[in-house]
């Protein structure tokens, strides 16, 4: 087992965690786009696209921490002049350290997509996920933009294979993104 993994599966609860053998599949299938860095103080898991990276993975480890690690991890992402999405679990009572990432993405210059609702069903815990959308780009994106990327990122990476290696079919992808329609109420 590779260490990357291991260190993802020792931080990330099962609920957010892909399997081993999906990772695998990712990585030989779609190593071109889909790939893994890592550092001696951090494991980076991303999809890159023509026009956008997704960032499916970020661990700096304790030893990393609060010494610029992370926001060198993040320069790299934005050295390649492409916007960049990733999901961040929504600032919880019960979890202090969601308050710490979302302030670390939003001091990194990210933005939360407050108008997409975005809901998955992990494969095999069946637990509810409801993620926040970040991003960061040098110029606005829409909500529209974040669904239709997430929407690539669901079919090509979340979903990818999942009937056979989850022996589940996947979400319809209306199920999972949706914008948030009671923004669009009140501000009309």
């Known amino acids: 087992m590779n260490n990357w993994y291991t260190a993802l599966k020792d931080y990330f609860p099962e609920s957010e965690l892909k399997s081993k053998e999906h990772f695998d599949k ?15 103080n951090f494991v980076l898991v991303y999809f890159e696209k023509e026009d956008f990276v997704f960032v ?21 992402l934005k050295q390649k002049k492409k ?3 990733l999901e961040v679990e929504p600032v ?4 202090p350290d969601t308050r710490k990432r979302v302030r670390f993405y939003e001091k990194s210059g990210f933005r ?9 069903i992990h494969p095999v815990t069946k637990e509810v996920i409801d993620l926040d959308l970040f991003y960061w780009s040098p110029t606005i994106k829409s909500p529209r933009w974040a669904i239709d990327t997430m929407e690539t990122v669901y079919k090509e990476i979340h979903s990818y ?17 949706s914008l948030k329609e009671d923004n669009y109420r009140q501000a009309k």
């Open 112 to 120: 939360r997509m407050n108008d997409v609702e975005y809901t998955r």
């Open 92 to 95: 919880s009572a019960d979890s």
């Open 56 to 76: 499916d993975f970020i661990l700096v480890y304790s030893g990393g921490r609060s010494k610029g690690t992370g926001s060198k991890v993040l320069n790299h």
């Open 26 to 40: 990712l990585l030989a299938d779609k190593g071109k786009f889909y790939k893994v860095e890592e550092g001696p």
């Open 161 to 177: 294979d999942s009937e056979e290696i989850y022996d589940a079919p996947p979400q319809a992808v209306e199920d999972i993104l």
């Open 83 to 85: 916007s960049i999405i």
